[in-house]
């Protein structure tokens, strides 16, 4: 994909004149790295202290270890998947190829590589995913945990060839600040969980080449901060590694100013990309976990340095923390909003564990868990490491001055996420909806953002009965980057064969729709109830109201469209993978098994539209479900059409069995 002349221009027109400026000053600055690098000053006994507390590792529990020593030795086998494909050449990796296109990206200046081009580089993800070194941050792990100097040795081998075959500011792996970030984040653990290898000083602190890229990945990260419209979780990676990479390679007289530099960047922008609620404002629920990994690392990293922490910092790591315990079913699932590629920002764990579950086990740890919290499930072994280098905050300190909730939030207002519930948070068999009555994504781009207002997930003892279908692709796919955010690849209405929100491109926005929460609450009845409508289509508003009765087991779905123009109506309904359905007339019969029994529900859909299943279509797409960034699968999706004139109802239930 090769963006148009089109693009930048409406990529322009939502920067700000400090964005534009601070973009030129960019420019000027690659052009003159281009003929003048940088070059790394000397450094002379370099140390590391920033060490783990004795007695560390062995806090780990046993199931994670072995679940971490397990995916180890695959990875010294050579076997790893990324984004659906299976790759089988980690024993000696190519850092430059894509195993998906079989494409390799030109060599030259960093910032001349077309990385937006797939015929030119390939899978960009692809490429870069490697090379955040997040796979020799688990081998590193499992040295220390094992003692085995087989994986410290694969480590290094790999370290010292990515470091030859990537000199400073040539490839496509120093395009990206949050690749850099990231990266260096992850060295700082390696050097970390390779404490006691007899090799490590002379692969690290006394390895010149090694200090230069560490020197060179902070002063980029310090020169290309992501600016404005940009200022997403890029920006919080790249503050992340910067203030990581500062604190545990204290090595530079530039040190303590990229130190300074790099807390003030993730305070700042921790509170900007986090909704006073906790929940994180690109409405995208992969970013809230990428963001808090990145945040709780990074105050890792200076506690562990004794640098001082902003109180706001550690307040905005708290009430994300509180936000997730909220939001998530009774299986530990959040929902499904916005886009998602798998990203994370410390991965020192096997397959199989769970990431929220992790997630909430360290938020336990650091801040303390609320009587209303679920109980978290399963052991890891991320929480331990960061427990030990994380100051813990008192109960007292954290209850009662951080203002926390004292019951279980249904409604984030700031936010426009409503949860309605049938049952108690961790009971039976609870009916779970997530509405959507927010904005329409972050910044005047809203490049994460779906145009899904008043979409709806619905979830019966964690199976996603109807589902949000996810993301699947970024780049190189057009269709099907269009297809997972549009209007019509949600559950919710849309009209005219258009999407409520305009879009300029695969992370562009040019037109938002805005929507606006009317109801949220709970009535003495036991029936919680939600109402919202949106402005996205011009001259018509979409009301939707739902209810949900405990009593009966019964959600109800009235969509209202108010215009004084005759409209074509599709109205989409998602099922999960997991569920079977069958269509007769305007009625469905839904069934699936969860451990070992048969479950089923019953959709009524609306008698005045004409209903028809789609199961795996491609021309167009339609009836997909993606678990996973590269992955996606045919599930069936139910869409009735029809025609609105002037002011119409569609009233759908959906009744459990």
Known sequence: MTMSAGWYLRRLSRMGPREVGGRVGDAVRRRRWRSARPDCPSVTGARFTAVLPAGTIAQIPADAAKRLVAEADRLLYGHVEYFGVVRDDLDDPDWWSDPKTGRRAPWGYAFDVPYRNEEAVGDIKQIWEL???QYLTVLAAAYAVTGNERYAERVAEHLRSWWKANPPLRGVHWISGI???????????IRRLLDGWPGVGELFENNPVAVSQIWHHQRWLAAFPSRGSSANNHVIAEAAGQLAGACAFDWFSTSARWRAGALKSLDQHLRSNTFGSGLNRELATEYHGLVLELGLAAVAEADAAGVPVPASTRLVLLRMTDALAAVVDSRLRPPRQGDADDGHGLVVDGAGTDRWASLLATGDAVFGRLGWWPAATGSDVRTPLLAALIRPYGKSETASAMNRPARRPAHFADAGMTILRSAAESGPEEIWCRCDGGPHGFLSIAAHAHADALSVEVRHDGVEVLADPGTYCYHGQPEWRQYFRSTLGHNTLQLDGTDQSVSGGPFLWTRHAHTRVLTAGTSQQGVARWCAEHDGYQG?????????????RELKVVDEV????RAEVRLAFHLGPAIAADLTGNRAELTWIRDGEDRSAVLDLPGQLSWRA?????????GWYSAGFGRKEPTTTLVGTGFTDGVVEFTTALRFG
């Open 131 to 133: 090379s955040r070194h």
């Open 179 to 189: 690749e850099l970030g990231i990266r260096l984040l992850s060295w700082v653990w």
């Open 540 to 552: 018509s508003v979409h009301r939707r109201r739902v209810e949900l009765e405990a009593a009966s």
């Open 562 to 565: 108010r215009g004084s123009r």
């Open 614 to 622: 789609h199961h795996g279509e491609t021309q167009p797409p339609l």
